[in-house]
T-cell receptor
Framework: AQSVSQHNHHVILSEAASLELGCNYS??????LFWYVQYPGQHLQLLLK????DPLVKGIKGFEAEFIKSKFSFNLRKPSVQWSDTAEYFC????????????WGAGTKLIIKP | DTEVTQTPKHLVMGMTNKKSLKCEQH?????MYWYKQKAKKPPELMFV???????INESVPSRFSPECPNSSLLNLHLHALQPEDSALYLC?????????????FGPGTRLTVL
């Protein structure tokens, strides 16, 4: 079945550590890719998106993601995390096969230790 | 204005009550969405309105009744809910519901059904 997978459900890091959160999808054809973040008690915010062009996408708050079509992946990275990055991170995909509606990964809970 | 607003923030209702959730955006978006989000889970799509017409209903029980009075407003009417319907209800909007639908989310209504 077509799906979006986030490999890590919980990640705990110390401040200044580097971050990589995995996201894989199983849709064929053209896809649009998104990373959303939900800080504690706050609404879902778009971190970054990929529609086309340069597969390395830069988003807000120092986050970036790389679209690797051959691996069906869109991993999120940040070179040095801060305590304020503690949040739930969701990868989402839309495609023609999903009627262009967002299909969500299960989410990754990121905890940054001060 | 790049905000989606939702009222109320919190709602507690009994199983025999009728209540409504409201959502508003003034970004000129023509697609609006209702999602349900349980704790530590990704959002689940309930309804999509495109140009004020219901375009997607994800087999949602009839005790949830959406309404789109105009292009800026979206309501969700609730009647005879069950305790398992307790969740965070999110509204989102996007320019269109098609391929490039970057969705902007509201803060949600935290619903508790007693």
């Amino acid at each position: 079945a077509q799906s979006v997978s986030q490999h890590n459900h919980h990640v705990i890091l110390s401040e200044a550590a580097s971050l990589e959160l995995g996201c894989n999808y199983s849709y064929g054809g053209t896809v649009n890719l998104f990373w959303y973040v939900q800080y504690p008690g706050q609404h879902l915010q778009l971190l970054l998106k990929y529609f086309s062009g340069d597969p390395l996408v830069k988003g807000i708050k120092g986050f970036e993601a790389e679209f690797i079509k051959s691996k069906f992946s869109f991993n999120l990275r940040k070179p040095s995390v801060q305590w304020s990055d503690t949040a739930e991170y969701f990868c989402a995909v839309n495609a023609k096969d999903s009627n262009y509606q967002l299909i969500w990964g299960a989410g990754t809970k990121l905890i940054i230790k001060p | 204005d790049t905000e989606v607003t939702q009222t109320p923030k919190h709602l507690v209702m009994g199983m025999t009550n009728k209540k409504s959730l409201k959502c508003e955006q003034h970004m000129g978006h023509r697609a609006m969405y209702w999602y349900k989000q349980k704790a530590k889970k990704p959002p689940e799509l309930m309804f999509v309105y495109s140009y004020e017409k219901l375009s997607i209903n994800e087999s949602v029980p009839s005790r949830f009744s959406p309404e789109c009075p105009n292009s800026s407003l979206l309501n969700l009417h609730l009647h005879a809910l069950q305790p398992e319907d307790s969740a965070l209800y999110l509204c989102a909007s996007s320019l269109t519901s098609g391929v490039y639908n970057e969705q902007f989310f509201g803060p949600g209504t935290r619903l508790t059904v007693l």
